[in-house]
């Protein structure tokens, strides 16, 4: 398969997307008229409860799942099958256990029918830059949760996609490795400014490394809020300790508070 061309310039518009799962016996309403611009170049996050359509809304935005209603349009073009130019990270790394870091990565490469070669200095580059240089020829079984997660993100970006789409990449990790992996993630999209839509249960991380962010409804998912993160880069741990930081996630969880997502203790 050879990689199709890059998606352009221009963002991401969601228009009235909405997204109806219909069994035997009922139907399920994920997503109900959603509108969401997003600039090219920009870190997105989108939080929410779980079964509020975030994953559903990724799989859209790549041409994997057609939308009940509305369209999606990525660089002015129409998404109407699979987009094969943008990477996608998931929960799970998804690692292949035969293989090695390195040719894990590669895998990428492989598949679409690049000349190894000329992405072989990048793929080590890249696995420089969060800490796996001396693991390439390692072994997924011979890594942390952490460490596979990070070679999983490096296999989204070796074919330098334009976009980049997260789901919920950390949530399997313990609090300190998720930490650090958000730190690399935002090194990482410092140096590239590429696109990301980045799904994420915790209102912490999605103020930490967004622009902006997407609060979404319970089921049928719907934009509640969408919040700007005036936070200056790069955002180290001693962010947390900023007002601004405190500002947003305190706005994010009343928000999820009102809604009942969240109760207060008694």
């Known amino acids: 398969m050879t990689a199709a061309a890059p998606p352009g310039g221009g963002g991401i518009v969601v228009a009235g997307v909405s997204q109806v799962f219909r069994r035997a016996d009922r139907e399920v309403r994920?997503?109900?008229?959603?509108?969401?611009?997003?600039?090219?170049?920009?870190?997105?996050?989108?939080?929410?409860?779980s079964g509020c359509g975030k994953s559903?809304?990724?799989?859209?935005?790549?041409?994997l799942l057609k939308p009940s209603g509305g369209s999606v349009a990525i660089g002015g073009r129409r998404v109407e099958r699979p987009q094969t130019a943008i990477g996608f990270v998931f929960q799970s790394p998804t690692l292949l256990e035969w293989r090695s870091v390195l040719d894990n990565v590669m895998l990428q490469i492989e598949m679409r029918g690049l000349d190894p070669a000329a992405y072989l200095e990048r793929a080590r580059r890249l696995l420089a830059s969060v800490g796996l240089a001396?693991?390439?020829?390692?072994?997924?079984?011979?890594?942390?949760?952490?460490?596979?997660?990070?070679?999983?993100?490096?296999?989204?970006?070796?074919?330098?996609?334009?976009?980049?789409?997260?789901?919920?990449?950390?949530?399997?990790?313990?609090a300190l490795t998720r930490e650090q992996m958000r730190i690399d993630l935002e090194a990482l999209w410092l140096n590239s400014h590429k696109t990301v839509i980045f799904v994420t249960h915790s209102v912490d991380e999605a103020v930490l490394l967004s622009d902006r962010?997407?609060?979404?409804?319970?089921?049928?998912g719907r934009i509640e809020?969408?919040?700007?993160?005036?936070?200056?880069?790069?955002?180290?741990?001693?962010?947390?300790?900023?007002?601004?930081f405190t500002q947003a996630t305190r706005a994010i969880t009343d928000i999820f508070l009102a809604r009942g997502v969240l109760r207060r203790a008694p």
């Open 225 to 244: 809020r969408i919040l700007d993160v005036d936070l200056p880069r790069p955002r180290g741990v001693e962010a947390r300790d900023s007002a601004a």
């Open 56 to 63: 559903t809304l990724l799989r859209i935005v790549a041409g």
């Open 213 to 220: 962010v997407v609060v979404m409804s319970p089921r049928p």
């Open 134 to 174: 001396e693991f390439e020829n390692a072994y997924p079984r011979e890594l942390s949760g952490g460490m596979r997660q990070r070679t999983a993100i490096i296999r989204g970006l070796i074919h330098d996609p334009p976009l980049l789409l997260m789901d919920e990449p950390f949530g399997a990790l313990d």
């Open 30 to 49: 994920a997503l109900d008229a959603f509108d969401l611009e997003i600039r090219s170049g920009e870190f997105l996050s989108i939080v929410g409860p």
